[in-house]
């Protein structure tokens, strides 16, 4: 139980396109999701939560214009990039509540913006 | 704000043998929630184990268990009989309590478990 799944897993995007990763729970239903990017060697930085119904909160120095969420259902979450740049290159990771404050991570998505 | 401190950049232990990964937090709140992640090179998060604050007793999971010690706002692993699929990155978390499901990680210790 309590599976996250990400989509894509990879992704290669020319610089000023969109980019959308999609975040499911599968066998649970998320009334929260949020959204880490990790760099190389580093920790996960909270980007911004995502509940049902509702519009993002995004932590202080992102980009809501440019990291677009939408939390359409409880089993779906996605992170738009748009006008993706190669900063933005990084590793997405969607995590999901489950029981008992428990998050539930997706396997995340490498992004490369050429 | 709410920090974790993990001090222990990296840590190496020899198969079989046993090892501890430090942690630290700084919270105001009385009841709250501790996990440790492990990130293995796939860098898919796999939750190792969870404490809730209000429990005294230490949480065990098979070979992994914790040191909560709340006045020191303290929280180590234990990793005993370490393998080598034990090897990854390991993350402390804190998250407040309900209401405000925030986690914050801490830095990482990388574990390297030698044959």
């Known amino acids: 139980g309590a599976v996250v799944s990400q989509h894509p897993s990879w992704v290669i995007c020319k610089s000023g396109t969109s980019v959308k990763i999609e975040c499911r729970s599968l066998?649970?239903?998320?009334?929260?999701m949020f959204w880490y990017r990790q760099f190389p060697k580093q920790s996960l930085m909270l980007m911004a939560t995502?509940?049902?119904?509702?519009?993002?909160?995004?932590e202080q120095g992102v980009e809501k214009d440019k990291f677009l969420i939408n939390h359409a259902s409880l089993t779906l979450s996605t992170l738009t990039v748009t006008s993706a740049h190669p900063e933005d290159s990084s590793f997405y990771i969607c995590?999901?509540?489950?029981?008992?404050?428990?998050?539930?991570f997706g396997p995340g998505t490498r992004l490369l913006v050429l | 704000a709410q920090t974790v401190t993990q001090s222990q950049p990296e840590m190496s232990v020899q198969e079989a043998e046993t090892v501890t990964l430090s942690c630290t937090y700084d919270?105001?709140?009385?009841?709250?929630?501790l996990f440790w992640y492990k990130q293995p090179p796939s860098r898919q998060m796999i939750l190792v184990i969870r404490?809730?604050?209000?429990?005294?007793q230490n949480a065990t999971e098979n070979r992994f268990s914790v040191n909560f010690q709340k006045a020191a706002k303290s929280f180590s692993l234990k990793i005993s009989d370490s393998q080598l699929g034990d090897a990854a990155m390991y993350f402390c978390?804190?998250?407040?309590?309900?209401?405000?499901?925030?986690?914050?990680f801490g830095a990482g210790t990388r574990l390297t478990v030698k044959p």
């Open positions: 404490q809730e604050a209000y429990k005294q």
């Open positions: 995590s999901a509540i489950g029981v008992s404050e428990t998050q539930y």
């Open positions: 995502s509940n049902e119904g509702s519009k993002a909160t995004y």
């Open positions: 066998d649970f239903q998320a009334t929260t």
């Open positions: 978390a804190y998250i407040p309590p309900a209401g405000n499901n925030d986690m914050r």
């Open positions: 919270t105001s709140e009385s009841d709250y929630y």
